[in-house]
């Protein structure tokens, strides 16, 4: 794992004045974290203890992803992102046709939830996350498109290598862990669709998660390259966190990749999966038990250790609990949600949960 001087995953940012010439300075005076840049707070009764904390690696795309880095940076200083990278949807679809490049909507998310607290790092999350949008007159070519999944792309075209490129996007947010590719090759999920008319094959992310009755999904190419820092990360972790997410297109795909599925069953860490507050397209009509089973089904060799899941969710806990058991794991009850009935998951709870299972 590289490091800069200073210790951290990120390259050292220049410090100190740069040489302006004729042009005229202007004091700097950064802005107050009070407005609406400040991070979502819960009205919980304690704060989690965070010290230098356990080596902890998460993986899944998106919202879920998201969800659990913000849990986990409350509890560690050693935290990695293994980034699914098969989206072809909306400005990473486009970036990733137009350029060949992996899509970067899911990382730049995972790297947003990661900056730092202070003004400097939620000013540049929100420069990372900000979307251009349409003029009145006409469509642009910019229309749609994250300014941060440009930045990104451009770091890959400088440096030639996602990965570095990566580290240096995280250091411009002063990110709080390391954000990685599953592979370095751009993903293609496919899966056996159960229909009316038969079973049928859905080609694309997109498309597969608007698709209730899926049976088996698989990756293309099938020579895909896994990214070799993120089975480091997986090895050496004293935990690894699956979950939660869309479940056959962000939390499934980490299963299908050969080596990256042999890493995390020969882990010596511990293995939590994290079940979702809702059912959305992909899951509609399953139950949280049904949905662990799919991934039973896809990797039955893989032994987990703890299953995080709000009560509130779950439909049959004997039966969740028996699938969990013939994969190894207990199953860990506990209230997750934001607020009352909200299908989001409350970071600080999210991460009281994870502080119990880990052992503090």
């Keep these: 794992m590289t490091t800069s001087a200073s210790g951290s995953f990120y390259p050292d940012l220049p410090t100190g004045s740069i040489p302006t010439g004729s042009i005229p300075t202007v004091p700097f005076t950064a802005p107050r974290a009070d407005r609406t840049r400040a991070r979502e707070r819960d009205d919980v009764p304690a704060r989690p203890h965070r010290g230098a904390g356990k080596a902890v690696v998460a993986l899944g795309g998106g919202h879920g992803l998201s969800a659990s880095l913000s849990a986990l940076r409350l509890l560690t200083n050693h935290l990695t992102a293994v980034v699914t990278v098969a989206d072809d949807g909306g400005s990473s679809g486009r970036l990733r046709e137009e350029l060949e490049v992996l899509p970067p909507g899911d990382l730049r998310m995972a790297l947003s939830a990661l900056c730092d607290d202070s003004d400097w790092g939620m000013t540049w999350r929100d420069v990372m996350q900000h979307r251009f949008g349409a003029l009145p007159e006409h469509n642009t070519p910019l229309e749609g498109h994250a300014l941060g999944n440009l930045l990104i792309v451009t770091l890959w075209e400088l440096l ?29 999920i496919e899966g056996d669709v159960e229909g009316t008319d038969g079973v049928r ?11 209730p009755f899926v049976k088996n999904v698989r990756l293309q190419p099938p020579g895909a390259v896994v990214c070799k820092q993120a089975l480091d990360a997986v090895e050496a972790a004293d935990c690894v966190i699956l979950g939660p997410g869309s479940w056959h297109t ?5 299963l299908l990749l050969p080596e990256l599925r042999q890493a995390l069953a020969h882990t010596e860490g511990q293995r939590v999966i994290t079940m979702n507050l809702s059912r959305d397209a992909e899951t509609a009509g399953k139950t949280s038990a049904q949905e662990l089973q799919v991934l039973h089904d896809h990797a039955p060799e893989l032994r987990i250790d703890a299953v995080v899941v709000d009560p509130s969710a779950v439909e049959d806990r004997a039966h969740l609990e028996e699938v969990a058991a013939a994969m190894g794991a207990a199953v860990h009850f506990a209230d997750l949600r934001r607020g009352s009935g909200q299908q989001v998951h409350s970071p600080f709870k999210l991460a009281a949960a994870y502080q119990e299972v880990m052992g503090g």
């Design 201 to 211: 094959t859905v080609t694309g992310q997109v498309a597969l998660a608007k698709e």
């Design 250 to 254: 962000s939390v499934l795909p980490h």
């Design 160 to 188: 030639g290598d996602p990965v570095e490129g990566l580290r240096w996007a995280g250091a411009l947010l002063r990110a709080q862990g390391q954000v990685l590719p599953m592979s370095i090759t751009p993903l293609v």
